[in-house]
Nanobody
């Protein structure tokens, strides 16, 4: 499977960005999709996940109420709408996929895109 994340950039605190992750190489609608992020000098951490149909979502407490994950199975793409961004949201954001139960642990995933950098200035 190939995963291509995009949409990162530099934004001021309080601003918004929408990340996209295009997937290929497998039946997109058969797999849950998950976003992680990794800040400089820190471990990769769970951000948000969405099940196969898009009917169920899961968020890290740090982004709940600010970020929204969604998917378009017709376009093989998952999105992460990020609002009210904070400097602590600065990180490289990665998407991944799983056919198993959604996990918050990055080691449980095998396929990673190249990531997209989000920088939030104060």
């Amino acid at each position: 499977v190939q995963l291509q994340a995009s949409g990162g950039g530099l934004v001021q605190a309080g601003g918004s960005l929408r990340l996209s992750c295009a997937a290929s190489g497998r039946t997109f609608s058969s797999y849950a999709m998950v976003w992680f992020r990794q800040a400089p000098g820190k471990e990769r951490e769970f951000v948000a996940a969405i099940n196969r149909s898009g009917g169920s979502t899961l968020y890290a407490d740090s982004v709940k109420g600010r970020f929204t994950i969604s998917r378009d199975n017709a376009k093989n793409t998952v999105y992460l709408q990020m609002n009210i961004l904070k400097p602590e949201d600065t990180a490289v954001y990665y998407c991944t996929t799983t056919i198993k139960i959604i996990s918050r642990m990055p080691n449980d995933y095998h396929y990673w895109g190249q990531g997209t950098l989000v920088t939030v200035s104060s």
